[in-house]
């Protein structure tokens, strides 16, 4: 989920078939394995979620969705209800938040006390409040990306963050976009380092698929290089954009329909990346609705065995 508001301009080309039911089998409809949990990233229906958080809800429950990943959440509340009121309404719709993204920005760390403020402390409350499994961050201060020295001291708060979260039954985690791919720190490149500086117990790492193509990788050669390290992916594909917003080349679209190789990703996250957590996730629609894009992909991935 990216953090800026500056979204690719959707497409108008529409036509896009479901992969699996072009097919025309119902043995592609294999059931899935046991702990594994296809969700839905909510900012795929960000504007629906705006305007009415019950009702779109209750359309991605009616679609078949069971556990929701949110990306809204201010002044201690998620989607403007407080954590108990929307954990309620979740369940109203037979429906789970196992995982949430919040940004955690050096402000929210007292370094001159070393622990944390309020503003996290309450994060990480509220979290467990509504049931979260893993409280993500989806960013990476550009002020701890300039020098090692800098940059390995927020690692050391990432893993104070997994210690904080694990009194509360979560594991904090870590989500990716491009320029873990573009930016360097004394020759390292920024995503290996943050795995390699962060511990595995303590910080979960959620691959986004998708995102990695805006910094010239692949998510199938991510995924082989560090084996067991992904327990939540952001299940995307991708195709070229036919107008650049934001320098990025490609935007999301149907599951099957672009250039990231999904289905296999999918199945490396789940024989050998460790991943228990597949959730859905589209930011461009290409003239369809997004509750009708979060529909076809539901259908793809149920037939891919999820």
């Given amino acids: 989920m990216p953090m800026s508001t500056t979204r690719r301009n959707f497409l108008k080309t529409g036509g896009f078939t479901v992969a699996a039911l072009a097919l025309g089998t119902h043995k592609l409809m294999a059931a899935a394995s046991p702990g594994i949990y296809l969700g839905i990233q909510l900012y795929t229906v960000r504007d629906d979620m705006d305007k009415d958080p019950s009702g779109t809800l209750k359309k991605l429950g009616e679609m078949g969705y069971k556990y929701v990943e949110h990306a809204n959440y201010h002044d201690r509340k998620f989607y403007k209800y407080p954590p108990k009121e929307f954990k309620q309404l979740l369940a109203d719709n037979g429906m789970e938040m196992p995982s949430g993204h919040v940004v955690m920005l050096p402000a929210d760390y007292d370094f001159a ?9 309450y994060t990480v409350e509220d979290a467990a409040t509504v049931g979260q499994k893993f409280l993500v961050s989806p960013w990476l201060d550009d002020s701890k990306r300039k020098n090692m020295k800098d940059f390995k001291e927020y690692m050391d708060i990432f893993n104070k963050s997994g210690e904080l979260c694990k ?136 037939a891919w065995g999820y």
């Fill in 113 to 121: 006390k070393n622990q944390f403020k309020d503003s996290w402390n």
């Fill in 167 to 302: 009194k509360s039954g979560m594991k904090f985690g870590y989500h990716n976009h491009d320029f873990e791919f573009t930016t360097k720190i004394d020759g390292g490149l920024l995503y290996d380092l943050i795995l390699n500086n962060t511990d595995p117990a303590l910080v979960a790492q959620e691959l986004d698929m998708g995102n990695l193509y805006n910094g010239g990788f692949k998510a199938i050669d991510v995924a082989k290089k560090y084996p067991g390290r992904f327990e939540l992916m952001h299940v995307k594909d991708e195709i070229l954009a036919k107008k650049l917003t934001g320098g990025e080349k490609y935007e999301s679209t149907i599951l099957g329909q672009g250039v990231v190789g999904t289905q296999e990703v999918c199945t490396l996250g789940r024989t050998t990346g460790g991943t228990k957590y597949f959730i859905v996730e589209q930011e461009s629609y290409q003239g369809l609705t997004p509750l009708d894009c979060s529909k076809k992909d539901y259908t793809i991935m149920k």
